[in-house]
DNA sequence: CTGTATCCCGCTAGATACTG
DNA sequence: CAGTATCTAGCGGGATACAG
């Protein structure tokens, strides 16, 4: 399939839409993204994803991890040591996503200085 | 530069890692990115916007194009007719984001099943 | 047709305290 | 260290009414 092949609401694809709405709201929300950029270069235990992940709290890191890991995207690994260690890395689909991620997370990166200009030209309007 | 210079919250890029994360809420928010899909083709009146893009508000559909015009994503037109005639379209820099964002909308498509089946065996267990 | 203005509900997510 | 539980404020966003 092709890109022109995604219409978005096309009446008799309802069911394909609400899909593709589902799953960039997954990915679309406030943290998903940066855990997935912060996991591409192998396993990271939790603390060390606090740390990574500027202004994120405990709980929604976990939360957020808990959907990655129920949607496939997450592996979460468990040492029983004391005190445990868990390590979360992505799992070889959500590996498959690391790579439009990084096309947006790339693109962000080049456009910051184009968006800041325009937002002050339109601000001064 | 690569993505492996892409490190997110780096002590010293903090200020470039705020930008990005900035950048990337804009476009990780409710709609922004399906209004740029519905516009890849060219340009779309309000109300063709508002119809195929399922679900979402006249206000909403209001504020997230004046904040993709405000970022210079996307380019007003008013034509002052009667009634008048609004036309809403990707700029140059707003074309430059339609690749990452179609490649995660492409990977969002493909994905379905094995996202799907993920959620059911998780929930399960 | 293309908006703006207001009201207001519900959920997101931060803060804090506690546990194995 | 890696969580869970609870409480709560703020705001995103829907509904509605109105305007140019």
């Known amino acids: 399939m092709t890109l022109s092949d995604i219409d978005f609401p096309t ?3 309802g069911d394909d ?8 709201d997954l990915v679309g929300d406030k943290w998903s993204l940066y855990i997935i950029a912060t996991l ?9 994803l ?4 500027d202004g994120i709290s405990q709980r929604m890191l ?6 990655l890991e129920r ?4 592996k979460r690994t468990l040492f029983p040591t004391i005190p445990p260690r868990v390590d979360y890395e992505l799992t070889e689909v959500g ?3 690391l790579a439009p991620v990084m096309g947006l997370v790339t693109w962000a990166y080049a456009s910051q200085e184009n968006i800041q200009d325009a937002r002050v030209r339109y601000d001064a309007s």
């Open 95 to 97: 590996r498959t996503l």
């Open 62 to 67: 976990t939360i957020t991890l808990r959907g």
């Open 71 to 74: 949607d496939g995207l997450v």
């Open 40 to 48: 591409k270069d192998g396993p990271v235990r939790f603390n060390e």
């Open 11 to 13: 009446p008799s694809k």
């Open 17 to 24: 839409c609400r899909m593709v709405r589902e799953i960039l």
């Open 50 to 53: 606090r740390r990574r992940i």
